[in-house]
C-alpha cells in the first residue's frame, strides 16, 4: 500500500540553526498539506499546496518558515531560524484533490528538537 | 475560523467496555467530520468519516455519530479491546474549505 514518506524521521538542532524537513506524498495525490503538532495536542495546518501553488498559507510564520513544491510532487519545509518554540512533530499529508470528502493520508513525521 | 472542541481528554475502561469521545464544532457549515487515531511514535490513520448528509455511521465495533443542528458528533467503539489504546482525534472541514481543524485529542487507554 503506498505510503505518504518523510525525512528525516527525528532532527535536533541548536536555536538560530536552519533545518529542513522532506515529504514525497502518495503518487497521484494532487494536494500536500504540512501540519505542526505540539506534544499532547492536534495536528495544525501550516501550509497547504494544490499541485505546486499554495492554496493556504496563513498559519505559516513567514518570517522563519517557508514551504516549497516546485514540480508538484515533493515538498520541503524549511525553518530558518529555528527557535525552541519550534520544537514539535512536523506531519506531512496528501489527498487525491483537496476535495470536502477525500480522505488525507499522514506520513511518519518529523520529531524536531531545537535545544 | 473553524474550533474544535474534544472531550474527555484521557479516558480509561475495562477491556471489553464501551468508550465514547464527544466533539462540537463552530462552523454551522461544516460538512465533513473525520476521526484519526494515532497510536505512539506512529501516524494519525483514519479510522471512520462522516459527512453532514448522514445522521449515524457503523464499521464493525466503531461507529460515529452526528448531531448538525447541536453541531456536535461523538465516535462510539464497542467491546474495546488493549489494542484500541491511542490517541484518538476528531476533525471537521469548514465551508469553503478543504482543509481540516482537529481537536486536541482523547487519550484512550483498554485496561485487560
Known amino acids: 500500500e503506498a505510503e505518504v514518506a518523510q525525512s528525516p524521521r527525528y532532527k535536533i538542532t541548536e536555536k538560530s540553526q536552519a533545518v529542513a524537513f522532506w515529504c514525497d506524498p502518495i503518487?497521484?495525490?494532487?494536494?500536500l498539506y504540512w501540519y505542526r503538532q505540539i506534544l499532547g495536542q492536534g495536528p495544525e495546518l501550516l501550509v497547504q499546496?494544490?499541485?505546486?501553488?499554495?492554496?493556504?498559507d496563513s498559519q505559516l510564520p513567514k518570517d522563519r518558515f517557508s514551504a516549497e513544491r516546485l514540480k508538484g510532487v515533493d515538498s520541503t519545509l524549511k525553518i530558518q531560524p529555528a527557535e525552541l518554540g519550534d520544537s514539535a512533530m512536523y506531519l506531512c499529508?496528501?489527498?487525491?484533490?483537496?476535495?470536502?470528502?477525500?480522505?488525507?493520508?499522514f506520513g511518519p513525521g518529523t520529531r524536531l528538537t531545537v535545544l | 475560523g473553524e474550533n474544535v472542541e474534544q472531550h474527555p481528554s484521557t479516558l480509561s475502561v475495562q477491556e471489553g467496555d464501551s468508550a465514547v469521545i464527544k466533539c462540537t464544532y463552530s462552523d454551522s457549515a461544516s460538512n465533513y467530520f473525520p476521526w484519526y487515531k494515532q497510536e505512539l511514535g506512529k501516524r494519525p490513520q483514519l479510522i471512520i468519516d462522516?459527512?453532514?448528509?448522514?445522521g449515524e455511521k457503523k464499521d464493525q465495533r466503531i461507529a460515529v455519530t452526528l448531531n448538525k443542528t447541536a453541531k456536535h458528533f461523538s465516535l462510539h467503539i464497542t467491546e474495546t479491546q488493549p489494542e484500541d489504546s491511542a490517541v484518538y482525534f476528531c476533525a471537521a472541514s469548514g465551508a469553503g474549505s478543504y482543509q481540516l481543524t482537529f481537536g486536541k485529542g482523547t487519550k484512550l487507554s483498554v485496561i485487560p
Open positions: 499546496f494544490q499541485d505546486e501553488s499554495v492554496v493556504d
Open positions: 503518487s497521484g495525490h494532487a494536494t
Open positions: 462522516i459527512r453532514s448528509n448522514v
Open positions: 499529508a496528501s489527498s487525491q484533490t483537496g476535495g470536502f470528502y477525500n480522505e488525507q493520508f
